[in-house]
């Protein structure tokens, strides 16, 4: 069974305040590793796709990498509106047609 | 522009009552997805349909009920056998393969 685990559950920081997040996963054959930005009462929007270890991709203040065991989110120098939920999710290749598993987010907070 | 449009945004369902969530999208999207989002849980799937005409059982179908007679339509069907109805609902849609899902903003539904 495909397992997404998301660390921490929820992170405060002070603007300009560095950070990362963590997304662990086990999954039979690694098809894609997914991240998204979910804000308060909102569907999630999409931020990267991840296809294989080493691979990194960068949106202006996020850069996400990735091992074959987690990827992490990097934050630099972020700002209040860098404030949401970020969710991470993986597509397993092995056999057919596969769905997203998501994991349970992290919730970041960025105090001005 | 292209999206998906989930209608209503709130719903209010009393006991006993079927309703049902609407989802269109006009991205020219093969596969379609029904989640349910609860606070502390992540996203659990309903159902999903690769292919017009065909859908299938995601984790959490028990309750809920799903149609596919147009590419563009994923209508979802919360049913009187749903115990706990109330979360919220969030339709997505993608090509078929390693892509990215496209979110809707959401249903709230509220059982009263």
């Known amino acids: 069974e495909d397992q997404v685990t998301q660390s921490p559950e929820a992170l405060r920081l002070q603007e300009g305040e560095s950070s990362s997040l963590n997304c662990s996963y086990t999954v039979s054959g690694l098809r894609g590793l997914f991240w998204y930005r979910q804000d308060p009462g909102k569907g999630p929007e999409f931020l990267f796709t991840?296809?294989?270890a080493g691979e990194e991709k960068e949106k202006e203040r996020l850069k996400a990498t990735l091992t074959k065991k987690e990827s992490f989110l990097h934050i630099t120098a972020p700002k209040p509106e860098d404030s949401a939920t970020y969710l991470c999710a993986v597509q397993a290749g092995n056999s057919g047609y596969s769905t997203l598993t998501f994991g349970k987010g992290t919730m970041l907070l960025v105090s001005p | 522009d292209g999206g998906i449009t989930q209608s209503p945004k709130y719903l209010f369902r009393k006991e006993g009552q079927n309703v049902t969530l609407s989802c269109e999208q006009n991205l020219n999207h093969d596969a379609m997805y029904w989640y349910r989002q609860d606070p502390g849980q992540g996203l659990r799937l309903i159902y999903y349909s690769q292919i017009v005409n065909d859908f299938q059982k995601g984790d959490i179908a028990e309750g809920y009920s799903v149609s596919r007679e147009k590419k563009e339509s994923f209508p979802l069907t919360v049913t009187s056998a749903q115990k706990n109805p109330t979360a919220f609902y969030l339709c997505?849609?993608?090509?078929?393969?390693?892509?990215?899902?496209?979110f809707g903003s959401g249903t709230r539904l509220t059982v009263v």
């Open positions: 997505a849609s993608s090509k078929v393969g390693a892509y990215g899902y496209t």
């Open positions: 991840l296809y294989s």
